[in-house]
């Protein structure tokens, strides 16, 4: 047994519920989650073994499987795989598992510039990184029917989110929803992003790689999804409860909800692009929550991303006004603890630094001549999975 459960929050026995400080050494070896690995004595432990042990043989059982069917760890922005988990100083319970090989998408299908090689080419070294462009008519209304097609889309990987399913298997839905539009999964081979969207779950901020690992009751599970059709993209995200979730999880997701209506409330022609962080962090302060700063919001359109940049916090010092045409997104990512961030070793998966949960929406706008169009906006058909709006509500955010 391992001096240690108690060096950060405390946990109770996995046996009899009492306060625990010692830990399981074959569980931090294999850096399964604190809680199931605790215990207050060795007596406990010695009492529980018969069953615990299984934990353990269970674990290697998946690991041997998945590698004899090509999952593997994800390392270096997924260029590298390995069937080791990698060393690191985790921040919060949440560990990588293994991630399925890469899917395929059809050749009929339309595909961005990395597609094949991983590689952007037109989005570097494009003008529009510098200068937010205005749409025109034809360019907005493929916008719009590109956005819809990712409302719905994300709403069809929503619809299979429960206890125990795994986060790959969201990622199939998405795929495969996405590819049945006549669309590409913009996310899939981005920079070499493995998958084909983001599914961040509890202290993961954004960027999480879909995996084998099954989501528990109690969890909360972010999913981003892109979508690349008649040469646009449209992007938007939301977070969604597992099961029976806690209520300072309840008021977290709702909280970040509410800090993106409130910033897409104040969004029309003239408006500076700087008082959108302005909105989100006073909302956000209000509850005691903080907002990640190292990640913005981003003009979209025939790039992925482009100018303008969009902090979400406050007394930044973003450039520019709202004009009508632009096209971006809001995606406020919002923090139980602090705001810092950490990347994991796959290069993609931002964590809060001190392991506590983050929740995140995000929306594709359009500024019109008068206000906003929320070109991903929620439909009729869309899952009601947020207890605070009433089913006549879901319209235009």
Known sequence: M????????????????????LQCPKCAQLKLPREAAAFCSQDCFKAAW?????????????????????????LKKGRTRTLELPRFDWTGPLRPFPISKMRLVPDEIEKPDWALDGIPK?????????????????????????????????????RIIRPGITTDEIDRVIHEETIA?????????????????CTSVNEVICHGIPDARKLEDGDIVNVDVTVYYKGVHGDLNDTYFVGNVDEASKQLVRCTYECLEKAIAIVKPGVRFREVGEIISRHASM?????????????????????????????????GIMKAGQTFTIEPMINTGIWHDRLWPDEWTAVTADGKRSAQFEHTLLVTETGVEVLTARLPSSPDVYPWLKPSSATSK
């Open 50 to 74: 018969a069953s615990h042990k299984s934990v353990h043989t269970k674990l290697d059982a998946l690991t041997s499987q998945l590698s004899q069917e090509g999952w593997k760890y994800c």
């Open 287 to 319: 509850s005691g929550l903080s907002v990640v700063k190292s990640y913005c919001g981003h003009g979209i359109g025939e790039l992925f991303h482009c100018a303008p940049n969009i902090p979400h916090y406050s007394r930044n010092k973003a450039v």
């Open 122 to 158: 037109i989005e570097p070294d494009s003008d529009l990184q510098k200068r937010v462009e205005i749409k025109t008519p034809e360019q907005i209304e493929r916008m719009r029917e590109t956005c819809r097609i990712a409302r719905e889309v994300l709403d069809a990987g929503a």
């Open 181 to 197: 539009r006549g669309g590409y999964p913009s996310p899939l081979n981005y920079h070499f992003f493995p998958k084909s969207c």
């Open 2 to 21: 391992e001096k240690g459960a108690s060096e950060s929050s405390p946990l109770d026995c996995a046996r009899c519920g009492k306060p625990a400080s």
